[in-house]
Nanobody, 123 residues
Framework: QVQLVESGGGLVQAGGSLRLSCAAS????????MGWFRQAPGKEREFVAA????????YYADSVKGRFTISRDNAANTVYLQMNSLKPEDTAVYYC????????????????WGQGTQVTVSS
């Protein structure tokens, strides 16, 4: 398993941008597919974006497609989520997660989770 630490959250106005980072420990980071999920108050955790171990495959929730970009730097053991054109409905705690093997969009498939970082978008 890897340990994950998210950073980069904060308060931003609608239309603004944030870049989240997720730093992973361990020497086998490149073996893990990575995902970003989010959870708003009173709602279930939902899929945001995923990336394969090589970075060659990415997948997005329809709600963020065209606005968010997931990427990774295996040499730096880090995965990123660039969020542009933010909307108030993007407000949530954002979590990164890791799983061995192919990427997934389901939280149940991920064995390692970070502690989350709060993103608040004001209107």
């Amino acid at each position: 398993q890897v340990q994950l630490v998210e950073s980069g959250g904060g308060l931003v106005q609608a239309g603004g941008s944030l870049r989240l980072s997720c730093a992973a420990s361990g020497r086998t980071f490149s073996s893990y597919a990575m995902g970003w999920f989010r959870q708003a108050p009173g709602k279930e955790r939902e899929f945001v974006a995923a990336i394969s171990w090589s970075g060659g495959i990415t997948y997005y929730a329809d709600s963020v497609k065209g606005r968010f970009t997931i990427s990774r730097d295996n040499a730096a053991n880090t995965v990123y989520l660039q969020m542009n054109s933010l909307k108030p409905e993007d407000t949530a705690v954002y979590y990164c997660a890791a799983r061995l093997g192919v990427y997934s969009i389901y939280p149940r498939d991920f064995g390692s989770w970070g502690q989350g970082t709060q993103v608040t978008v004001s209107s």
